[in-house]
């Protein structure tokens, strides 16, 4: 083989190795990317849980107060007036 076949195949197999490299390299980052993502996924429907639940106490909280402040009437009893 001639000096210059040599360098071409030196070459294309630096080349090749290098982008078989960046695509594994590309696909590790976004694999981590992808996990990072389902991290906060978790974290934002923690956080609206506990909004809602804080939210349902709220509401539980003013219903007793109306009902003892207010004559409550259930709805069975309200089709018998």
Do not use: C, P
Request: without cysteine; proline residues 0%; hydrophobic residues 35%.
């Amino acid at each position: 083989m001639s000096t210059r076949a040599k360098a071409t195949l030196a070459a294309s197999l630096v080349f090749s190795s290098f982008i078989v490299w960046a695509v594994h390299h590309q696909q590790s980052r976004e694999r981590e990317d992808m996990f990072q993502g389902v991290i906060r996924d978790d974290a934002r429907r923690l956080e609206k849980m506990r909004q809602r639940e804080e939210e349902f106490r709220e509401s539980s909280r003013k219903r007793e107060m109306y009902e003892q402040v207010q004559n409550v009437v259930s709805s069975d009893q309200s089709n018998k007036i």
